[in-house]
């Protein structure tokens, strides 16, 4: 078991950035692959970007590729999301979610066995 809790969430005007952490409990944090997940209002949840086990491999949806930075510190149990150019369209609630999947990238949700509360971030135009 681990759980999750997102932090770093806000209101940000377009083209400027927030770094979005996820600190996870437990002993076990390098076991997990790790992903960022978001859900505007009115729509599905979707992935944004994932991150290997050692943090060496990452994926990123096409709509935040050379935006957005998805990174971990094993060390220290945290994930990140920096997020950079930010757009209106980013606007969303993100979830950081972990995965015990054997593949180094997860992006299906269905893959991810536990999840944060979410955290609020809204770009103005």
């Known amino acids: 078991q681990v759980q999750l809790v997102e932090s770093g969430g806000g209101l940000v005007q377009a083209g400027g950035s927030v770094r979005l952490s996820c600190a996870a409990s437990?002993?076990?944090?390098?076991?997990?692959?790790m992903g960022w997940f978001r859900q505007a209002p009115g729509k599905e949840r979707e992935f944004v970007a994932a991150?290997?086990?050692?943090?060496?491999?990452?994926y990123y949806t096409d709509s935040v590729k050379g935006r957005f930075t998805i990174s971990r510190d094993n060390a220290k149990n945290t994930v990140y999301l920096q997020m950079n150019s930010l757009k209106p369209e980013d606007t969303a609630v993100y979830y950081c979610?972990?995965?015990?999947?054997?593949?180094?990238?997860?992006?299906?949700?269905?893959?991810?066995?536990?999840w944060g509360q979410g955290t609020q971030v809204t770009v103005s135009s």
């Open positions: 437990g002993r076990t944090f390098s076991s997990y692959s």
């Open positions: 979610a972990a995965s015990t999947a054997p593949q180094p990238l997860v992006i299906p949700s269905i893959l991810y066995n536990y």
């Open positions: 991150i290997s086990r050692s943090g060496g491999s990452t």
